[in-house]
Nanobody, 124 residues
Framework: QVQLVESGGGLMQPGGSLRLSCAAS????????MGWYRQAPAKERELVAM???????????NIAESVKGRFTISRDNTKNTWYLQMNTLKPEDTAVYYC??????????????WGQGTQVTVSS
């Protein structure tokens, strides 16, 4: 089992920045990929970004088109933590953000492990 705890959400004005963190514990060695999802009220869950745990040539990241150029995902394997840096925030970024992890890949519809979610609200 893997336990995930998000932090870093909150209220931010449009144009501002936030960094979300996801701290993992438990059977970390079983994790091969990590990601961030978000879900806004009355909308479907969206895979925002994913990154592989491998830090070698097999490392890969993927960012959703809706946030490309504004959001980046990174990891620190020494801390078993990954991050979502969110810049130039827009009101439409308002959602509950969830970190997730999987033993193989995170997809738009599946991940093995989930955090509890952290609210991000972008409003003036």
């Amino acid at each position: 089992q893997v336990q995930l705890v998000e932090s870093g959400g909150g209220l931010m004005q449009p144009g501002g920045s936030l960094r979300l963190s996801c701290a993992a514990s438990g059977s970390i060695v079983s994790v091969a990929a990590m990601g961030w999802y978000r879900q806004a009220p009355a909308k479907e869950r969206e895979l925002v970004a994913m990154i592989t745990r491998a830090a070698d040539t097999n490392s890969a990241t993927n960012i959703a088109e809706s946030v490309k150029g504004r959001f980046t995902i990174s990891r620190d394997n020494t801390k078993n933590t990954w991050y979502l840096q969110m810049n130039t925030l827009k009101p439409e970024d308002t959602a509950v953000y969830y970190c997730a992890a999987d033993g193989a890949v995170v997809t738009t519809t599946h991940a093995d492990y989930w955090g509890q979610g952290t609210q991000v609200t972008v409003s003036s």
